[in-house]
């Protein structure tokens, strides 16, 4: 996580990613969410391989979804927010293999035949994911009709609580409100800090046994129709942990090393950084989606 800096670099902190190989040491700095042309000079994903794995994805943050989800979590954006017309691939040479986006390989399996599939690595807990939400739901509303949003949580960085920001998104999911509490999970993090790892003086991180925990968690679904005992109990359940399990696998799979990663049709691996910013992340996937429909 992002050492602390003065004050007047406050807000370049909010653009730059949350790394696999985080300094866990320092406390996590909250990042607003910026404007989708803001620039971020996040420093791209590697580029290394990883092993593959069984694919699972998760159901679009923020974006309700009626398909039911099939054994690998994975829930679609709803239809009405990929409508936009598809984009014909044209390569005028902007966009460079190994500069802005990063070809992984092996190409990991999809979930959605027929689709081309896009997917936001991410964390509650992490501060330019919470700075990208909005730039994230940007993309979602961008897509093609041949075209499907799906979000992966991640969880390799425990000193910050995202295990059980990960965990709580699952059982969320599970129970049907994780769309409807997405806004309120970053909120809990970032602005009313009742779901923070930073210690209350702000100059470092709370001991493990003072993070917040599943039943914290809870406490900021309940407003949206959820028994907090039901809750914990989901949470505790061996489906939910087949499904952690599972994400942490396909995000070694993709190589992902920092948050927030977007990634096409397992294939193409971006950061905000190596696109360039925020507006051009967005265009990235644009042109990828339009690259995977043409067969390209």
Same mark, same amino acid.
Do not use: H
């Given at each position: 996580m992002l050492k602390r800096l003065p004050l007047l670099c406050a807000a370049l902190l909010a653009l730059a990613?949350?790394?696999?190989s985080? +300094?866990?040491t320092s406390a996590p700095t909250a990042a607003p969410v910026a404007a989708a042309t803001a620039p971020a000079p996040a420093a791209p994903a590697s580029?290394?391989?990883?092993? /593959?794995?069984?694919?699972?994805t998760i159901m679009a943050?923020?974006?309700?979804?009626?398909?039911?989800?099939p054994e690998s979590a994975v829930e679609p954006a709803p239809a009405a927010?990929? !409508?936009s017309n598809a984009t014909p691939f044209v390569d005028d040479g902007k966009w460079v293999e190994g500069k802005n986006y990063f070809l992984i390989e092996p190409a990991q399996p999809t979930s959605q035949p027929g689709k081309v599939e896009v997917t936001e690595v991410f964390s509650y807990g992490c501060p330019a994911c919470n700075a990208f939400h909005a730039t994230a739901n940007q993309i979602a509303a961008s897509l093609p009709a041949n075209a499907v949003m799906t979000y992966l949580p991640a969880s390799f960085n425990p000193p910050e609580n995202w295990v059980m920001l990960q965990?709580?998104?699952?059982?969320?999911?599970?129970?049907?409100?994780?769309e409807k509490g997405n806004d309120a999970m970053y909120d809990a993090v970032w602005k009313t800090r009742a779901l923070s790892a930073m210690n209350p003086a702000g100059t470092g991180l709370k001991p493990a046994s003072a993070?917040?925990?599943?039943? +914290?968690? /809870?406490?900021?679904?309940?407003?949206?129709?959820? +028994?907090?005992?039901?809750?914990? !109990?989901?949470? !505790?359940?061996?489906?939910t942990n087949l499904k952690m399990k599972r994400a942490d696998e396909r995000v070694k799979a993709l190589g992902i090393e920092q948050t927030p990663s977007m990634v096409v049709n397992g294939k193409y691996r971006y950061t905000v950084g190596s696109?360039?910013?925020? !507006?051009?992340?967005?265009?990235?996937t644009r042109w990828l989606v339009a690259k995977e429909a043409a067969g390209k």
């Open positions: 990613a949350c790394s696999n985080s +300094d866990t580029v290394a391989p990883a092993p /593959a794995a069984t694919a699972t943050p923020a974006m309700a979804s009626t398909a039911p989800a927010t990929v !409508a965990r709580a998104y699952f059982t969320a999911q599970a129970l049907g409100v994780a993070l917040p925990t599943i039943a +914290d968690a /809870a406490k900021v679904y309940a407003p949206f129709g959820v +028994d907090p005992k039901e809750f914990e !109990a989901v949470a !505790a359940s061996f489906a696109a360039g910013g925020y !507006a051009q992340t967005v265009e990235l």
